[in-house]
């Protein structure tokens, strides 16, 4: 849908012309995410710096019925940040000040375009952090990590991004500025902050966010234990969860995966481990040392090749760089891969890992892992070769028995990366008609005209994905009033 | 296709390797800058590769976007891919070059690569740009706003505060002490006419360090400004003819300018038959890094910045800062993005003077926060930027390679 | 009218049996909410009958209160009509208990008291300790969002509840969320339900994540001359390596209360942990303590139970739920102290406070109407400097007519918040009047 001559340049008065992309190979790189396989570029790209900014473009959108979609640094695993029917795109980019750090109340204030990890190098040294950590925190803005509510390593221990943002400054599409939450909690009214977060630019563009701020741990301590079998080393997870030890985090690695991230960073992973799992600790000095012990005798017990205890700062961020990196590293594999971001009960991991192997196998399908095992949040990295149709068609089988066999053990979709384009239409496995008919309508009070990022998080439904009614229960004859 | 097929393609392998995560994104500085996608590295390869699936040609904003890639290659060192940009980079910039170049840019570069790898040609131009100094013309260029026309010469009149006198260099410069081996001394384009000392306290600390030192007369340019301009021929003939210039059993080929070390570095990627060579190249730092030198102690507090193709194109931070760190006294604070471009990137701060003017106030204000009153940096073209950039905002920082602070430390060395 | 009703009552029994739906003089005197008399008292024994007895009120346009344990009946706005009150407390059923997962899904009527002695065992616990709390339905625990003095370190109930399933208006049941401890897909449902009241859903199921009970943990009292030099201890813990599970603040009327020895503002601090970090943590604590010129004193665990009774409201008392940031409290708990000397002098005020949150508990009891409306009032404003409010959390109907029992509400968010009560109840059925804003 080719935008107007009039309305371009309405959107270049609002942006100026260095805030407005339109030439074709601007628009082409802006339409991915960091799953490339859905691609639609948008027909302009925004860059406002301010938020009166985007509250214009909006309601110019609005009038126009023209689509919007928002985008942060496109890291996005899901086809998020891409549009698939083109209309405006704007990007959060240059709005990335600290508007305020406020320590005595633990809280910051900043812009959505703002870089997750340049808010905890700002308070650093001052001893805070900013919890959420997904593995691309050094590159994702905080506007997506709200979006797509974005987990990470630590938030086994500290939660996921919703348990950490206070208040946002929200363009709805329907055009209007609303602040939900703050700095003080329990503000009177339903908690739509709450579902604002994980949203993904459905009910509207975020353009500043409260965040809260951790002191940081006095102690931390990584346990590296490598095992020769992936099922000890899940049954390794579920015997420490079990034991009562809330670990910061709990990951794990295959062999195919260890293998990658060697050759990428040289982060120095056993390399003859079929599996291994990355065991962090923080908190008190005496606390860290009890539960360390534990956990380290936790990992012996269940067969562990060996249990390294990272010696010092460095040693640690190696063992973390290369986690980090995972999903970057693959490219050492394949030149493409399925993702998966089920969810299974974390006393499922064996038997989960044991259908994975199993179904890897009848698809004759490579699958690495490397996940957040501690809350059981499975990313297997189905590889294939794109430039093979068949290798494609496979992977894509395995992956939906891969969905289907987490949805049986009681999990769910996605964890922590979201829903977007890609796993929309896996939503009915975990809802009914009834629970997507509230999501949907619970969006239009957001988003009246249906214009913010069209297509993401629901299924479309076949009446043009309108909300619909569901049958209700049958009221007993006679009961007329 | 929109490139030309071919070996000077870019390697479409390569290019798929980059899986589009954009780690690399926040350590791009023209990123930072502008904040978007097409000039990221992110972007630059989609662009590649869209044009290498025919969905793109080599238009003129392909080219922009190109052009306005200063081949810093920090995108390389976040990469967890492994993508090697630098190639991609020059593959695509070759194919620019045969089918398109805006005039002006033209006229500029042609002026440029006339100059700048010809060290004889180079000396005579700095010769007369002294006189033209000292005879007052300069104020007068600069009011007829001749200058301003040619953006590239105002920038370049800029940076050249002023010319040294050149210093003399013996053939063979014998080693102190105990013989630990024999090694070449890259003497190169800019360094030698711009900062000969920087050159002879490299081979005085190499000789103090146990090494005899051989210095060829009849060197020549590395080609490194030419292969990143995408003018892979003229690169190729130029190490051609270096290498053979440098006798065969030296143990290594020393040099002390980045970038001249990160293109011998990677001769063999494109000449096989220079790949013995190439891995006989080593940065000054990674030399002396291993050695016994003595130190003597240096009062200053000194920060550190890290020239692209030092640390992304070489991948040696620890040395420089390892040996800073070893002179008695000296105190080296961390300077904040430090492996952030300067904007110097070769010659990209006269073909670009905008961007690189954004870069050298970003890098100007990370120095003032540390407070240093020194700055070390281990390339001549960082030099050149930073310096300028102090001079210019009145930041009382001295400028110098790291070396220098090292031969005045051996200097101040006593028994 | 009464030929309908008659047959609207035969509905009901058929949905849910006859001695599961009352009308008689006494049940419904019992089930009287702000002085209004429902018309039927009905106790669903299923989710199914909850759904269809929903789906008869709404047709039948009735307004239906639903009710756990009855504890927080005089929060928010006297309803508007009363016809319908659901007793919620036969929806008791363990669904799934998961002690390897830490999670566990229950029905919504199930006591917490009940919960907890159920979770006991594994030596874990669903890590929510407001006011009462044993004798509360969990249901209602999310649908008022309570919270208590561990919510510093565990969070409230939106980080507990992972799943939902609740009853629309309609009598339509949705559910919303997942039942394992992280998940994104689709719209974050559950967070909408907590602190609702219902009015979006009546809660029939929830599915929670629970903690491992601490190995060990110790309690502190540090006693403190005034608020301010309280405020200095608090500010030094929270920026201090410590990992208190509560940083409970008192006022001295609530401390004399639980023992005539303690005078001053006191800060109650709590470690959990293994013991050798309890230990060497209450070791700092006590440095901490002496620096800000504070006297220690180490409690027993009875401590938090009689400052709890010595906050539980005696008849007739007034609740105010004060929030505003941490750094403010001990102005605050000053600004609330100086209200009440002025406008009310004769007043019995208790204070306790979550010191790391900003949040306050005011216990008032012998102010007049008026009065309290005039403290409430004149705190808002102070409160409202920061985005803070003040939230009547129990009071008479007299109380909560004279005054917004709930205070503002930011008004682009409120309306938003009006359009999703005309989505999924337009005809006002559940909780009519109650919740914020008269929705
Ligand atoms: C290497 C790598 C590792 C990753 N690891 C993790 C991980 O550990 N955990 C995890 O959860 N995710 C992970 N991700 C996924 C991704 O980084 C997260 O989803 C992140 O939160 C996206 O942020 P972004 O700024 O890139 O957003 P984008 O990709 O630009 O956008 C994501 C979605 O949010 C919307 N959006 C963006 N900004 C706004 C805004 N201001 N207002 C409204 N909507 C907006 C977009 O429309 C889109 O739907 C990883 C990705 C990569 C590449
Ligand atoms: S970091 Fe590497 S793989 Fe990732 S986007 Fe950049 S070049 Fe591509
Ligand atoms: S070489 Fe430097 S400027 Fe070019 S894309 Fe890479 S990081 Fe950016």
Same mark, same amino acid.
């Given at each position: 849908?080719?935008?107007?001559?009039?309305?371009?340049?309405?959107? =270049?008065?609002?942006?100026?012309?260095?805030?407005?992309?339109?030439?074709?190979?601007?628009?082409?790189?802006?339409?991915?995410?960091?799953?490339?396989?859905?691609?639609?570029?948008?027909?302009?790209?925004?860059?406002?710096?301010?938020?009166?900014?985007?509250? =214009?473009?909006?309601?110019?959108?609005?009038?126009?019925?023209?689509?919007?979609?928002?985008?942060?640094?496109?890291?996005?695993?899901?086809?998020?940040?891409?549009?698939?029917? $083109?209309?405006?795109?704007?990007?959060?980019?240059?709005?990335?000040?600290?508007?305020?750090?406020?320590?005595?109340?633990?809280?910051?204030?900043?812009?959505?375009?703002?870089?997750?990890?340049?808010?905890?190098?700002?308070?650093?040294?001052?001893?805070?952090?900013?919890?959420?950590?997904?593995?691309?925190?050094?590159?994702?803005?905080?506007?997506?990590?709200?979006?797509?509510?974005? $987990?990470?390593?630590?938030? !086994?221990?500290?939660?996921?991004?919703?348990?950490?943002?206070?208040?946002?400054?929200?363009?709805?599409?329907?055009?209007?500025?609303?602040?939900? $939450?703050?700095?003080?909690?329990?503000?009177?009214?339903?908690?739509?902050?709450?579902?604002?977060?994980?949203?993904?630019?459905?009910?509207?563009?975020?353009?500043?966010?409260?965040?809260? !701020? !951790?002191?940081?741990?006095?102690?931390?301590?990584?346990?590296?234990?490598?095992?020769?079998?992936?099922?000890?080393?899940?049954?390794?997870?579920?015997?420490?969860?079990?034991?009562?030890?809330?670990?910061?985090?709990?990951?794990?690695?295959?062999?195919?995966?260890?293998?990658?991230?060697?050759?990428?960073?040289?982060?120095?992973?056993?390399?003859?481990?079929?599996?291994?799992?990355?065991?962090?600790?923080?908190?008190?000095?005496?606390?860290?040392?009890?539960? $360390?012990?534990?956990?380290?005798?936790?990992?012996?017990?269940?067969?562990?090749?060996?249990?390294?205890?990272?010696?010092?700062?460095?040693?640690?961020?190696?063992?973390?760089?290369?986690?980090?990196?995972?999903?970057?590293?693959?490219?050492?594999?394949?030149?493409?891969?399925?993702?998966?971001?089920?969810?299974?009960?974390?006393?499922?991991?064996?038997?989960?890992?044991?259908?994975?192997?199993?179904?890897?196998?009848?698809?004759?399908?490579?699958?690495?892992?490397?996940?957040?095992?501690?809350?059981?949040?499975?990313?297997?990295?189905?590889?294939?070769?794109?430039?093979?149709?068949?290798?494609?068609?496979?992977?894509?089988?395995?992956?939906?028995?891969?969905?289907?066999?987490?949805?049986?053990?009681?999990?769910?979709?996605?964890?922590?990366?979201?829903?977007?384009?890609?796993?929309?239409?896996?939503?009915?496995?975990?809802?009914?008609?009834?629970?997507?008919?509230?999501?949907?309508?619970?969006?239009?009070?957001?988003?009246?005209?249906?214009?913010?990022?069209?297509?993401? !998080?629901?299924?479309?439904?076949?009446?043009?994905?309108?909300?619909?009614?569901?049958?209700?229960?049958?009221?007993?004859?006679?009961?007329?009033? | 296709?929109?490139?030309?097929?071919?070996?000077?393609?870019?390697?479409?392998?390569?290019?798929?390797?980059?899986?589009?995560?954009?780690?690399?994104?926040?350590?791009?500085?023209?990123?930072?800058?502008?904040?978007?996608?097409?000039?990221?590295?992110?972007?630059?390869?989609?662009?590649?590769?869209?044009?290498?699936?025919?969905?793109?040609?080599?238009?003129?904003?392909?080219? %922009?976007?190109?052009?306005?890639?200063?081949?810093?290659?920090?995108?390389?060192?976040?990469?967890?891919?492994?993508?090697?940009?630098?190639?991609?980079?020059?593959?695509?910039?070759?194919?620019?070059?045969?089918?398109?170049?805006?005039?002006?840019?033209?006229? @500029?570069?042609?002026?440029?690569?006339?100059?700048?790898?010809?060290?004889?040609?180079? &000396?005579?131009?700095?010769?007369?740009?002294?006189?033209?100094?000292?005879?007052?013309?300069?104020?007068?260029?600069?009011?007829?706003?001749?200058?301003?026309?040619?953006?590239? @010469?105002?920038?370049?009149?800029?940076?050249?505060?002023?010319?040294?006198?050149?210093?003399?260099?013996?053939?063979?410069?014998?080693?102190? &002490?105990?013989?630990? &081996?024999?090694?070449?001394?890259?003497?190169?384009?800019?360094?030698?006419?711009?900062?000969?000392?920087?050159?002879? *306290?490299?081979?005085?600390?190499?000789?103090?360090? &146990?090494?005899?030192?051989?210095?060829?007369?009849?060197?020549?340019?590395?080609?490194?400004?030419?292969?990143?301009?995408? %003018?892979?021929?003229?690169?190729?003939?130029?190490?051609?003819?270096?290498?053979?210039?440098?006798?065969?059993?030296? *143990?290594?080929?020393?040099?002390?300018?980045?970038?001249?070390?990160?293109?011998?570095?990677?001769?063999?990627?494109?000449?096989?038959?220079?790949?013995?060579?190439?891995?006989?190249?080593?940065?000054?730092?990674?030399?002396?890094?291993?050695? *016994?030198?003595?130190?003597?102690?240096?009062?200053?507090?000194?920060?550190?910045?890290?020239?692209?193709?030092?640390?992304?194109?070489?991948?040696?931070?620890?040395?420089?800062?390892?040996?800073?760190?070893?002179?008695?006294?000296?105190?080296?604070?961390?300077?904040?993005?430090?492996?952030?471009?300067?904007?110097?990137?070769?010659?990209?701060?006269?073909?670009?003077?905008?961007?690189?003017?954004?870069?050298?106030?970003?890098?100007?204000?990370?120095?003032?926060?540390?407070?240093?009153?020194?700055?070390?940096?281990?390339?001549?073209?960082?030099?050149?930027?930073?310096?300028?950039?102090?001079?210019?905002?009145?930041? *009382?920082?001295?400028?110098?390679?790291?070396?220098?602070?090292?031969?005045?430390?051996?200097?101040?060395?006593?028994? | 009218?009464?030929?309908?009703?008659?047959?609207?009552?035969?509905?009901?029994?058929?949905? #849910?049996?006859?001695?599961?739906?009352?009308?008689?003089?006494?049940?419904?005197?019992?089930?009287?909410?702000?002085? /209004?008399?429902?018309?039927?008292?009905?106790?669903?024994?299923?989710?199914?009958?909850?759904?269809?007895?929903?789906? /008869?009120?709404?047709?039948?346009?009735?307004?239906?209160?639903?009710?756990?344990?009855?504890?927080?009946?005089?929060?928010?706005?006297?309803?508007?009509?009363?016809?319908?009150?659901?007793? /919620?407390?036969?929806?008791?059923?363990?669904?799934?208990?998961?002690?390897?997962?830490?999670?566990?899904?229950?029905?919504?009527?199930?006591?917490?008291?009940?919960?907890?002695?159920?979770?006991?065992?594994?030596?874990?616990?669903?890590?929510?300790? +407001?006011?009462?709390?044993?004798?509360?339905?969990?249901?209602?625990?999310?649908?008022?969002?309570?919270?208590?003095?561990?919510?510093?370190?565990?969070?409230?109930?939106?980080?507990?509840?992972?799943?939902?399933?609740?009853?629309?208006?309609?009598?339509?049941?949705?559910?919303?969320?997942?039942?394992?401890?992280?998940?994104?897909?689709?719209?974050?449902?559950?967070?909408?339900?907590?602190?609702?009241?219902?009015?979006?859903?009546?809660?029939?199921?929830?599915?929670?994540?629970?903690? +491992?009970?601490?190995?060990?943990?110790?309690?502190?009292?540090?006693?403190?001359?005034?608020?301010?030099?309280?405020?200095?201890?608090?500010?030094?813990?929270?920026?201090?390596?410590?990992?208190?599970?509560?940083?409970?603040?008192?006022?001295?009327? #609530?401390?004399?209360?639980?023992?005539?020895?303690?005078?001053?503002?006191?800060?109650?601090?709590?470690?959990?942990?293994?013991?050798?970090?309890?230990?060497?943590?209450?070791?700092?604590?006590?440095?901490?303590?002496?620096?800000?010129?504070?006297?220690?004193?180490?409690?027993?665990?009875?401590?938090?139970?009689?400052?709890?009774?010595?906050?539980?409201?005696?008849?007739?008392?007034?609740?105010?739920?004060? #929030?505003?940031?941490?750094?403010?409290?001990?102005?605050?708990?000053?600004?609330?102290?100086?209200?009440?000397?002025?406008?009310? +002098?004769?007043?019995?005020?208790?204070?306790?406070?979550?010191?790391?949150?900003?949040?306050?508990?005011?216990?008032?009891?012998?102010?007049?109407?008026?009065?309290?409306?005039?403290?409430?009032?004149?705190?808002?404003?102070?409160?409202?400097?920061?985005?803070?409010?003040?939230?009547?959390?129990?009071?008479?109907?007299?109380?909560?007519?004279?005054?917004?029992?709930?205070?503002?509400?930011?008004?682009?968010?409120?309306?938003?918040?009006?359009?999703?009560?005309?989505?999924?109840?337009?005809?006002?059925?559940?909780?009519?009047?109650?919740?914020?804003?008269?929705?």
């Amino acid at each position: 849908m080719p935008l107007s001559g009039p309305f371009l340049q309405e959107l =270049e008065r609002i942006v100026g012309a260095s805030g407005l992309v339109r030439t074709l190979e601007g628009r082409l790189v802006y339409e991915c995410d960091m799953h490339t396989f859905y691609k639609g570029a948008p027909d302009a790209v925004a860059l406002p710096t301010r938020t009166e900014e985007v509250v =214009e473009i909006v309601n110019l959108c609005r009038r126009e019925r023209v689509p919007i979609v928002p985008r942060g640094s496109g890291t996005g695993l899901i086809g998020g940040a891409m549009a698939p029917v $083109g209309g405006v795109m704007i990007g959060t980019n240059r709005m990335d000040a600290i508007l305020e750090i406020d320590l005595p109340n633990r809280c910051a204030t900043v812009q959505p375009g703002l870089i997750n990890l340049s808010l905890t190098q700002a308070v650093a040294s001052r001893g805070y952090f900013f919890a959420p950590d997904p593995s691309s925190q050094m590159v994702s803005s905080i506007g997506g990590n709200v979006a797509t509510n974005a $987990g990470g390593p630590h938030c !086994l221990k500290y939660g996921i991004t919703a348990n950490h943002i206070l208040g946002l400054e929200l363009v709805t599409g329907a055009g209007e500025l609303v602040r939900l $939450g703050g700095t003080a909690v329990d503000r009177p009214g339903y908690d739509l902050l709450g579902a604002a977060v994980g949203s993904e630019g459905t009910f509207g563009i975020v353009t500043a966010v409260t965040v809260r !701020l !951790l002191h940081a741990a006095e102690a931390v301590k990584t346990i590296l234990a490598s095992f020769t079998a992936i099922e000890d080393a899940s049954e390794a997870v579920s015997a420490i969860i079990a034991a009562g030890i809330v670990p910061a985090a709990l990951e794990m690695l295959d062999e195919l995966m260890i293998r990658a991230i060697n050759e990428g960073t040289g982060a120095g992973y056993p390399k003859d481990a079929a599996a291994v799992l990355l065991i962090e600790l923080d908190g008190p000095a005496a606390e860290v040392e009890a539960q $360390g012990e534990r956990a380290a005798r936790i990992c012996w017990e269940r067969g562990a090749l060996e249990v390294r205890v990272a010696a010092d700062a460095a040693e640690r961020a190696l063992l973390w760089k290369g986690r980090k990196e995972a999903a970057g590293a693959v490219g050492r594999l394949a030149p493409t891969y399925l993702l998966q971001d089920a969810v299974v009960p974390r006393s499922k991991l064996p038997a989960i890992m044991r259908e994975l192997i199993a179904i890897g196998a009848r698809h004759r399908v490579q699958i690495a892992n490397v996940f957040h095992a501690g809350d059981g949040n499975l990313h297997p990295l189905i590889l294939y070769d794109d430039r093979e149709p068949d290798q494609l068609a496979r992977a894509k089988a395995a992956n939906e028995e891969l969905l289907r066999a987490c949805i049986e053990m009681g999990g769910t979709v996605t964890g922590e990366h979201g829903v977007g384009l890609d796993k929309a239409k896996n939503l009915p496995l975990q809802y009914g008609e009834a629970d997507l008919n509230f999501m949907y309508r619970l969006r239009r009070a957001f988003d009246p005209d249906s214009i913010m990022n069209p297509g993401k !998080l629901l299924p479309s439904h076949p009446a043009c994905g309108e909300g619909f009614r569901p049958a209700r229960p049958r009221v007993p004859d006679g009961a007329w009033i | 296709m929109a490139f030309v097929p071919g070996s000077a393609a870019p390697d479409i392998d390569e290019i798929r390797k980059c899986v589009h995560c954009g780690i690399c994104l926040p350590q791009c500085p023209t990123y930072r800058v502008l904040g978007e996608e097409m000039d990221s590295p992110r972007g630059r390869i989609y662009l590649m590769r869209a044009a290498a699936e025919g969905r793109v040609g080599l238009t003129e904003t392909f080219q %922009r976007h190109i052009d306005l890639c200063l081949g810093c290659r920090a995108c390389e060192t976040a990469c967890p891919s492994g993508v090697r940009f630098g190639s991609l980079l020059e593959a695509t910039r070759a194919q620019l070059r045969r089918s398109r170049s805006p005039a002006r840019r033209r006229l @500029l570069e042609a002026f440029v690569f006339s100059v700048f790898p010809e060290p004889v040609r180079l &000396g005579l131009v700095l010769a007369a740009f002294k006189l033209y100094k000292r005879s007052g013309l300069r104020a007068l260029g600069r009011a007829s706003g001749a200058l301003r026309r040619l953006p590239s @010469l105002a920038a370049m009149e800029a940076l050249l505060d002023d010319v040294p006198a050149a210093i003399p260099m013996p053939e063979v410069v014998p080693a102190c &002490g105990r013989l630990a &081996g024999r090694v070449g001394l890259l003497t190169g384009c800019v360094q030698r006419h711009l900062y000969p000392h920087v050159n002879r *306290d490299t081979a005085r600390l190499l000789s103090l360090a &146990g090494f005899e030192v051989v210095i060829p007369r009849g060197q020549g340019c590395c080609g490194a400004l030419e292969l990143h301009a995408g %003018r892979p021929e003229a690169h190729a003939a130029r190490a051609r003819a270096l290498a053979p210039a440098f006798p065969a059993d030296l *143990d290594f080929i020393v040099t002390n300018a980045a970038g001249c070390g990160a293109a011998m570095k990677e001769y063999g990627h494109r000449i096989p038959e220079l790949a013995p060579f190439a891995g006989r190249v080593r940065d000054v730092t990674e030399v002396l890094a291993g050695a *016994d030198l003595r130190l003597g102690p240096l009062d200053l507090t000194v920060t550190y910045h890290d020239a692209c193709h030092l640390v992304h194109g070489q991948r040696v931070r620890h040395e420089p800062r390892q040996l800073l760190g070893r002179i008695p006294g000296l105190r080296l604070v961390e300077l904040g993005d430090s492996e952030l471009c300067c904007g110097s990137a070769g010659v990209y701060n006269l073909l670009e003077p905008e961007m690189a003017r954004e870069l050298l106030d970003e890098k100007l204000a990370r120095i003032a926060e540390t407070g240093a009153r020194v700055v070390a940096a281990a390339n001549p073209g960082c030099l050149l930027q930073i310096a300028w950039g102090c001079r210019e905002r009145g930041l *009382d920082v001295a400028i110098v390679h790291p070396v220098e602070l090292l031969a005045r430390a051996a200097d101040a060395y006593q028994d | 009218m009464s030929v309908a009703g008659s047959s609207i009552g035969e509905a009901f029994v058929s949905i #849910a049996g006859r001695d599961r739906v009352r009308d008689d003089f006494e049940a419904l005197a019992a089930a009287t909410v702000d002085g /209004l008399r429902p018309r039927w008292v009905v106790r669903p024994a299923s989710i199914e009958q909850l759904s269809r007895v929903l789906a /008869l009120a709404c047709d039948g346009r009735l307004g239906v209160i639903p009710r756990g344990a009855g504890s927080s009946l005089e929060l928010g706005n006297p309803p508007a009509r009363v016809d319908v009150v659901l007793e /919620l407390a036969e929806l008791d059923q363990v669904i799934e208990y998961n002690p390897d997962d830490l999670t566990i899904t229950v029905q919504a009527g199930i006591s917490a008291g009940a919960l907890a002695s159920l979770l006991a065992p594994r030596r874990q616990w669903l890590a929510l300790d +407001p006011p009462g709390i044993a004798a509360r339905t969990v249901g209602g625990i999310v649908a008022t969002n309570a919270s208590g003095p561990r919510r510093m370190r565990y969070g409230a109930s939106r980080d507990l509840l992972l799943g939902v399933r609740f009853v629309q208006a309609d009598g339509v049941v949705t559910w919303g969320g997942s039942k394992v401890v992280k998940s994104v897909s689709g719209y974050d449902v559950p967070k909408l339900m907590v602190g609702a009241l219902g009015t979006l859903g009546v809660l029939a199921e929830v599915t929670l994540r629970l903690h +491992p009970l601490p190995e060990a943990e110790r309690s502190w009292l540090v006693l403190f001359e005034n608020a301010r030099a309280a405020q200095v201890l608090v500010e030094r813990v929270l920026d201090s390596p410590l990992q208190p599970s509560r940083l409970e603040l008192f006022n001295e009327r #609530a401390l004399r209360l639980v023992s005539a020895e303690y005078g001053g503002v006191g800060v109650a601090v709590s470690i959990g942990s293994v013991a050798e970090a309890v230990r060497e943590q209450g070791e700092r604590l006590t440095v901490i303590a002496g620096s800000s010129a504070g006297r220690l004193v180490a409690l027993s665990e009875a401590f938090w139970s009689q400052a709890e009774s010595a906050m539980a409201p005696p008849q007739g008392a007034t609740v105010l739920h004060v #929030a505003t940031l941490s750094d403010r409290l001990a102005g605050t708990i000053g600004a609330v102290e100086d209200a009440f000397r002025t406008v009310a +002098p004769r007043a019995d005020v208790r204070l306790s406070g979550c010191a790391a949150l900003g949040t306050l508990r005011v216990l008032v009891s012998d102010a007049g109407v008026g009065e309290t409306a005039a403290v409430t009032t004149r705190l808002r404003a102070l409160v409202g400097e920061v985005g803070g409010s003040v939230v009547v959390a129990r009071g008479s109907v007299e109380l909560r007519r004279s005054i917004d029992p709930w205070g503002p509400v930011e008004p682009c968010a409120f309306a938003l918040m009006r359009s999703l009560r005309d989505e999924f109840d337009p005809g006002r059925v559940l909780n009519p009047g109650r919740y914020v804003g008269g929705l």
